[in-house]
């Protein structure tokens, strides 16, 4: 065997030996894993190389596996039956989609990205990824690689999606945190965000597809483990939506050279972090999204072509995951001494390994090797034949001739044995907080410290930064109003220039929920996500959603049982409200460990929920910008006293019991509604109701149109009896909207919606004064829509 | 006659070259998406087309300063083409990214009047570092000056569009300043010279100039991002108080200006 392969000694090694090697090789490979490799290399009677066990490490990670999501858990809750539960994913996510049946559904969790239909001519793909410990280490490179990523994603599904949109949503810690309370080892929150901002901005702009959706949201837990959630939206020809490989394609790699970069980024990001993570710098890259969009460009003609049969992105893992992925059904042969490097001297596995940014591999018939090599010759870009697909059903990799892997793929892709794993959850117990009406009478102060809260405040400076016009296609923009600065609710883009059909992107998170109950978190992500669709005009009928999770460890029960929570509620809300899952990920292990203290900490539950809508003629979009003087604002949906979570509380340093519950029957009947009274044109503005309640989302509507309001909380229809004004302005209940209607439509709106709760809190005035009347008749709330929105502005403004 | 040709040049990071094609073509030209290397090689011919577009982006990654890789790439390799194109009446815009390469080639503002010593493509002035310091994208109000340029016939003294860059202040020495507005090649300014209507800090709040004969023309603003009225950011409060028989965006007539200066010029 040649100097440059090592042969990993685990035939006799004993299991202490086996967890060395694991740990000192940053495999991430537990225990029962690594006898399982053991017993496969005894029968075969040979030691595996260093390429063979880091290729198995790759495969079977979390980060490429999800073997959470597919292990069986047993569970348990305060005084239900325990439960065996064969796998969340596909109990609670694919078993939901399987139900609703959607047949506009193209392709879901087979692809990189999940395929929805969108015209005659064409489809949507969707994916949102995680890059949250490459962003904890270096914000810039670590977030820049992530929105790269998910673009390759695009670029990998079907035969390949033009990105059209990206989306990003991130969680940071508190950025007023001192110094001194930082953890060991990482970054201020502030320099984090700062780098975060820029690296999707740089990546983004730079390839030219508009920034037009996210969210930014803070919490002290994040601080250690920040979340960057990224996503991309492509559109891709019906006709391209199938891949296949045939033994004798060409195994081709496009874009940029190999180099030592990115090693073992799947494995890392499958453990925990620690006070040491930052010296682990080899793991992050910096992108190069020139390099990405040469390759977008020289992929869409090739595609457009048909001169290749399959295509699939080098994330993480590398080589050893795309070739892998690839030559399963078929099997594939690789002379990686063909491969083209930055510099001399990598090791074999380190070539297989390399995450190298901005790398894809297509199966490319050998007649069709010609022509695809002319158009990279004419688009700058190189590609190199390492390659074939075989018919062996084995991952046979050589470097200058001699064998340095060759695995079964069933082995490799089949052999991971099935954890089992144990998971409880109990409900926590918080101290409740009374309604502050006995104290007080005036709640401005409160409405004012709401708007100015970071989770709240405007994100205008960062929206800022990214083109959301580029492509041209921009029909809602992330910041509407008089002075284009209010906070839409969703984006909408017409993919297809000079057609009417528009694309409907959303999110909804609420990880302050999990702290009272992840089932309802997750739910009122799903809620929220949906009436931010429905808020500029789309419907619930036409929408799917994706889900990512960013859990803690899954090996500690209590963190599982959180996670068997939100996957219950994910498919018992999609179920109701009729909305398909097409794609989704997880990233789990989002924990800090001190090493010298032995302090742990997680961040909270966290689900993203992602939303895509079809919207079929952009002209009847709305948005939340209050548009005139004298017409009636009205509240759509039914107010409980559900407080639990909610920012009101945490202002005043409570989290509470009752979060938000969700009544799915109650809340798809207002959706719908209120979508068709949109549709026909009955409604002026709408906004959704969520974080701040009907004071916040009031406030924002006001002073994103330049009007002033007169409100009366009396007009508030309630689902329970509550007998607090600050309840009733503050609640976060789901499924609720603000919507401006017209005099001449207030019959018709009323009419469109019997059997919906909706009531009339009073008028967009003609001054700028902003008051609200409390259930006595006297102002609870007046100031300025001035005031309120300079509240609003100034937290975040640089 | 055939529809004009509008050659609308790529290379590496351009990304406003579908929304440049799609204004071309709704203003009637025919149109191709041609890489930098396909005329540098002679697969192209410049020579078959009336108008030439350098549309936005992030050609090779700005590295260095914006548009300058790209600038020197045609002043090496193509300036014979580009000088015969320009002689023979055709002509050029530049958005965004395409104007920072005609300022950095020199094509534009065009070589002095008054100091014919001055060699062809060379720069005179600059799109330097937005004052803010960094990429923003907003719409702003800019106001059409009286100008020889060809592609601002009868657009409105208001014109609302969208920038979307990091290096767009335009700056000069005074002298050149002074030359430009004698000649009258400014053809827009930033409305106001306050930002964030001015958003980069302009010298002169100037926003998009032209060369003496007025067919090279360069701009910041996105005139191809605005070809429907439902790209208007404020579209949905404007609903009911515009004229709503028109469909049309305020940025398509530049386009249409040139398709029509072509057929009525170039036969």
Same mark, same amino acid.
């Given at each position: ?8 000694? &685990? ?48 495969t079977w990670s979390e980060h490429c596996v999800h073997k959470t999501f597919k292990s069986?858990i ?11 539960i064969d796998g969340l994913f596909p109990t609670y996510i694919q078993r939901a989609t399987e139900e609703i049946a959607k047949p506009w559904c193209v392709s879901v969790f087979s692809d990189n990205a999940g395929i929805i239909e969108f015209?005659?001519?064409?489809n949507l793909v969707f994916k949102v990824e995680t =890059? ?17 990523g998910v673009?390759r994603d695009s670029l990998g599904t079907g035969l390949g999606a ?67 959630f990224c996503g991309n939206v492509g559109?891709i020809?019906r006709?391209r939506c199938e891949k296949s490989v ?17 090693? =073992?980024?799947a ?43 399959s295509i699939t992105d080098?994330g993480a893992g590398?080589?050893?995951s795309a070739?892998g992925e690839m030559?399963e059904p ?83 892709h089949h052999?991971l044995?099935k ?103 997750a739910?009122?992500a799903i809620?929220?996500a ?13 929408t799917a959603l994706l889900d990512n999770f960013c859990w ?11 996670l068997?929570?939100a996957a219950k509620a994910c498919y018992d809300i999609a179920t109701?409200y009729g909305t398909p899952y097409i794609s989704g990920k997880d990233s789990l ?18 689900l993203l929920i992602s939303a895509i ?33 909610? =920012? ?131 102002? &609870? ?18 | ?267």
């Amino acid at each position: 065997m040649s100097s440059t392969v090592n042969e990993i000694e &685990i035939l006799n090694a004993d299991d202490a030996e086996l967890m060395r090697i694991s740990r000192e090789g940053t495999l991430s490979l537990n225990l029962n894993e690594m006898q399982t490799i053991q017993t496969h290399f005894g029968a075969l009677g040979r030691n595996p190389t260093d390429v063979e066990i880091e290729t198995i490490a790759q495969t079977w990670s979390e980060h490429c596996v999800h073997k959470t999501f597919k292990s069986i858990i047993l569970y348990s809750e305060e005084g239900e039956e325990p439960e065996q539960i064969d796998g969340l994913f596909p109990t609670y996510i694919q078993r939901a989609t399987e139900e609703i049946a959607k047949p506009w559904c193209v392709s879901v969790f087979s692809d990189n990205a999940g395929i929805i239909e969108f015209d005659e001519t064409f489809n949507l793909v969707f994916k949102v990824e995680t =890059h949250n410990h490459p962003s904890a280490i270096e914000p810039y490179g670590g977030a820049g690689t992530g929105i790269g990523g998910v673009i390759r994603d695009s670029l990998g599904t079907g035969l390949g999606a033009k990105p059209i949109l990206n989306t990003d949503v991130f969680c940071f810690g508190m950025p007023d945190t001192p110094y001194a309370q930082l953890p060991k080892g990482t970054l201020h929150p502030k320099r984090v965000f700062k780098g975060v901002v820029a690296g999707v901005r740089d990546y983004g702009n730079r390839m030219g597809i508009p920034t037009a959706n996210g969210a930014i949201l803070f919490d002290a837990r994040y601080t250690a483990n920040p979340l960057v959630f990224c996503g991309n939206v492509g559109i891709i020809p019906r006709n391209r939506c199938e891949k296949s490989v045939e033994p004798g394609d060409l195994v081709v790699a496009i874009g940029g050279q190999t180099g030592r970069d990115g090693i =073992h980024g799947a494995t890392f990001s499958s453990a925990e972090l620690d006070d040491t993570s930052e010296n682990l710098g080899s793991v992050v890259q910096i992108g190069n999204p020139i390099m990405e969009k040469k390759i977008v460009d020289a992929l869409l003609q090739a595609r457009d072509r048909n001169l290749y049969r399959s295509i699939t992105d080098c994330g993480a893992g590398g080589f050893s995951s795309a070739v892998g992925e690839m030559g399963e059904p078929v099997g594939a042969e690789v002379h990686l001494e063909r491969v083209s490097l930055k510099y001399e001297g990598l090791a074999p596995w380190e070539i297989w390994l390399s995450e190298a940014q901005e790398r894809m591999v297509i199966a490319v018939p050998p007649e069709n090797l010609p022509e695809l090599m002319e158009i990279c010759e004419a688009e700058v870009v190189e590609a190199t034949v390492l390659g074939t697909f075989t018919d062996t059903h084995r991952l046979q990799v050589f470097y200058e001739g001699e064998s340095v892997a060759d695995l079964e793929m069933e082995f490799l892709h089949h052999g991971l044995p099935k954890p089992v794993k144990q998971a409880v959850w109990q409900p926590p117990k918080h101290p409740e907080m009374p309604s502050r009406d006995k104290t007080t009478k005036n709640y401005t102060d409160d409405l004012k410290q709401l708007l100015a809260s970071p989770n709240i405040a405007s994100k205008e400076s960062v929206i800022r930064q990214y083109d959301h016009e580029v492509q041209g296609g921009i029909v809602i923009n992330p910041l509407v109003g008089a002075e284009n600065d209010g906070p839409s609710d969703a984006c909408v883009v017409t993919p297809v220039l000079g057609s009417r059909k528009g694309v409907i992107v959303a999110n909804g998170i609420n990880p302050k929920y999990s702290d009272v109950d992840p089932y309802l978190s997750a739910a009122s992500a799903i809620d929220e996500a949906l009436r931010n669709i429905v808020a500029v005009g789309g419907s619930v009928e036409k929408t799917a959603l994706l889900d990512n999770f960013c859990w803690g460890n899954p090996d500690k029960p209590d963190r599982l049982g959180e996670l068997v929570r939100a996957a219950k509620a994910c498919y018992d809300i999609a179920t109701a409200y009729g909305t398909p899952y097409i794609s989704g990920k997880d990233s789990l292990y989002n924990e800090y460990r001190d090493t010298t203290t032995g302090e742990q900490r997680a961040i909270p539950s966290t689900l993203l929920i992602s939303a895509i809508c079809v919207i079929p003629d952009i002209r009847r979009a709305v948005t939340m910008d209050v548009k005139a003087p004298g017409n009636f604002i009205y509240v759509v949906g039914n107010t409980y006293a559900e407080l639990g979570g909610s =920012h009101y509380f945490g202002i005043h340093g409570f989290i509470g019991n009752n979060a938000p519950n969700i009544r799915p029957d109650e809340g798809k009947l207002t959706m719908e509604r209120l979508s068709t009274a949109i549709s026909s044109g009955l409604v002026r503005s709408c906004h959704d109701c969520s974080e701040g309640g009907i004071g916040v989302a009031a406030a924002e509507m006001a002073f994103a149109g330049g009007y002033g309001m007169s409100l009366n909380l009396n007009g508030i229809p309630t689902g329970d009896e509550i007998d607090a004004d600050d309840f009733l302005l503050f609640s976060e209940s789901n499924s609720r909207f603000i919507v401006e209607i017209e005099p001449q439509h207030r019959d018709a709106y009323e009419n469109h919606m019997k059997g919906v709760s909706t009531g009339c809190l009073g008028t967009v005035t003609d001054t700028p004064e902003f008051v609200v009347k409390g259930r006595a008749g006297a102002p &609870i709330i007046k100031t300025s829509i001035d005031i309120l929105k300079s509240a609003w502005q100034t937290p975040l403004h640089s | 006659m055939t529809n004009p040709k509008v050659l609308i040049l790529r290379t590496a990071g351009t990304n406003c070259d579908a929304e440049t094609d799609t204004a071309f073509q709704l203003a009637g030209a025919e149109t191709a998406l041609v890489h930098i290397q396909n005329l540098i090689s002679g697969r192209v011919n410049l020579a078959d087309y009336q108008v030439l577009a350098i549309p936005g982006g992030f050609s090779y990654g700005d590295d260095i300063a914006a548009g300058i890789l790209l600038a020197i790439e045609m002043k090496h390799k193509l300036t014979d083409l580009l000088n015969r194109f320009v002689a023979d009446g055709k002509l050029v815009i530049g958005i965004c990214n395409g104007f920072q390469v005609l300022v950095r080639t020199g094509l534009l503002p065009g070589i002095s009047a008054s100091d014919s010593s001055t060699p062809e493509m060379t720069q005179r002035t600059t799109l330097a570092m937005n004052t803010s310091a960094r990429f923003e994208c907003r719409w702003v109000d800019l106001e059409t000056q009286e100008s020889p340029c060809v592609f601002t016939k009868g657009v409105k003294p208001r014109v609302y569009l969208p920038v979307a860059h990091a290096e767009g202040r335009f700056t000069a020495p005074t002298d050149v300043l002074a030359e430009l507005e004698a000649n009258h090649q400014v053809v827009f300014r930033y409305a106001e010279s306050e930002y964030p209507i001015n958003p980069n800090g302009s010298d002169a709040d100037i926003a998009g100039i032209c060369d003496a004969t007025g067919r090279i023309f360069g701009l910041m603003p996105h005139p191809e991002r605005f070809l429907t009225k439902w790209n208007h950011p404020r579209w949905t409060r404007l609903a009911e108080t515009q004229d709503t028989a028109s469909e049309e965006g305020d940025g398509l007539v530049i386009f249409k200006n040139a398709v029509n200066y072509v057929k009525a010029n170039l036969p």
